[in-house]
């Protein structure tokens, strides 16, 4: 098999994020990509929103057990985009906490189960990356919900996040940021 070619577009939409996103995760796993390669392609991906948006996607949602543990490679590349990185992890962690709930409620606990791995394999993401302004975004999002209004208040309308998913998405916050 010849080796893809990975350029990736200034222009890379949403799904051809998703497309690449998952290739790179099939060729991480068949050990097709050196540790080098991993690390500049992730880098390329989540230099821009779409690719970024398109990578967590995938990444936090494979059946594959990559993401179960982050390699350096995998960390080092995400770090390099600490404003997008920063901004779709905090959101993802409040969207998978509330949609397990969802899930629940609508008596789908194989959705509810996915939604709770997306939402572990997110946390272990912020725990690695470990930059101060992730804990100051979580932060942020913590007192909206507790006061109701803030940086993050138009999200979690957006979204329609009652009582209970707040609840939980603020508890999902406190495990990561003492």
């Given at each position: 098999m010849t080796k893809m070619n990975w350029h990736i577009p200034e222009n890379l939409s949403f799904e051809d994020a998703l497309e690449l996103t998952q290739t790179l995760l099939d060729q991480m796993v068949?050990?097709?990509?050196?540790?080098?390669?991993?690390?500049?392609?992730?880098t390329n991906l989540v230099s821009s929103k779409n690719g970024a948006r398109g990578f967590f996607v995938i990444y936090l949602t494979s059946n594959l057990p990559l993401a179960d543990n982050p390699s350096d490679e995998v960390i080092n590349a995400l770090k390099t985009s600490?404003?997008?990185?920063?901004?779709?992890?905090?959101?993802?962690?409040?969207?998978?906490?509330?949609?397990?709930?969802?899930?629940?409620?609508n008596n789908d606990e194989d959705m509810a189960k996915q939604s709770d791995i997306t939402c572990q394999r997110n946390q272990k993401l912020i725990q690695k990356i470990d930059l101060h302004l992730m804990t100051e975004e979580l932060k942020k999002l913590k007192q909206t919900i507790i006061n109701n209004e803030g940086i993050y208040q138009t999200f979690l309308e957006k979204w329609g996040y009652d009582d209970e998913q707040k609840q939980v998405i603020k508890n999902n916050i406190e495990k990561i940021v003492s």
């Open positions: 068949e050990k097709k990509l050196n540790n080098s390669e991993i690390e500049k392609i992730i600490p404003e997008l990185v920063i901004e779709l992890l905090v959101k993802n962690l409040a969207m998978s906490s509330s949609m397990a709930i969802t899930h629940r409620r």
